[in-house]
């Protein structure tokens, strides 16, 4: 599908892997420039190689895409993402604020460290890199902010209790800012997932049930949560990332869609 995004810009924040890499190639696909963060400057160099070869000789033409390592829990590297990102792209369009993490635990086992570093990079990185990108955001003609949240945010887990707090909390940001920020032209919205395939869900097999075969593992949640009954790809989530950053969604503000297969008991 042609989105009509060639020659946009974006930032992917957590591209280096996951549900960030498939963003980022959705992106690039649909001829939007991009540059990808993440922490670990080995894995996000190879991430950008694999994208930059699976762009070749697509309909991407002119897009490029670029890496630089940041921990968007650091205020100043977030400011130096963006200079660098701007100055490659020679502009900003979209932020996608991807980057965070699944972290199990219950109310009794998470501890104050366990909270302040879940809503540091849940939260606080939404609130940095958005801060950071919006004088480049206010120069553009079709500027987006997309955040990816989790359905934990409106149907709590106690299992992933901190998660869900934080991404309500998240939920709330993105609301806000859409009201805000739309006077602007500067349209703000909420994806939120549910059970995606993705690296993260990959560690917590392994941590919690290491004896149990990765299909069973998956097969059993996703059999407990999802009327679809299975897991989702990131692909899958990415279709829609794109569809927000694209004219044709020039009037959805502030809108906070699942892609959950069903996931979650709520209106």
Not at 31 to 42: D, M, N, Y
Request: hydrophobic content about 45%; proline content about 4%; overall charge negative.
């Amino acid at each position: 599908m042609d989105l009509g995004l060639a020659g946009r810009r974006a930032i992917v924040t957590g591209g280096s892997k996951g549900l960030g890499q498939a963003i980022a190639a959705e992106l690039l696909a649909e001829g939007s420039s991009v540059t990808i963060c993440s922490r670990h400057s080995a894995e996000l160099e190879a991430t950008a190689g694999e994208l930059r070869r699976q762009a070749a000789g697509t309909a991407a033409g002119s897009a490029s895409v670029v890496a630089m390592a940041c921990d968007v829990t650091e205020p100043d590297q977030v400011a130096a993402l963006l200079h660098f990102a701007v100055s490659a792209m020679g502009g900003l369009d979209i932020l996608v604020n991807n980057a965070g993490g699944a972290r199990p635990g219950q109310f009794g086992t998470l501890s104050d460290d366990d909270w302040h570093a879940d809503i540091e990079v849940k939260l606080f990185s939404q609130i940095r890199c958005t801060r950071a990108a919006l004088p480049h955001l206010r120069r553009s003609k079709a500027p987006r902010v997309i955040n990816i949240n989790a359905v934990y945010g409106r149907y709590p887990d106690p299992a992933f209790l901190a998660s869900s707090v934080n991404r309500a909390s998240c939920l709330s940001l993105s609301k806000a800012l859409s009201m805000e920020l739309g006077r602007e032209g500067i349209l703000v919205n909420s994806v939120n997932i549910g059970l995606v395939e993705t690296p993260q869900w990959q560690n917590i097999h392994r941590r919690s049930a290491p004896d149990v075969p990765a299909e069973d593992f998956f097969g059993q949640l996703a059999a407990a949560e999802v009327p679809l009954g299975r897991f989702g790809q990131p692909d899958e989530v990415a279709g829609l990332v794109a569809f927000l950053a694209s004219d044709r969604a020039g009037y959805i503000a502030g809108a906070s869609i699942d892609v959950a297969g069903g996931m979650g008991k709520f209106l």
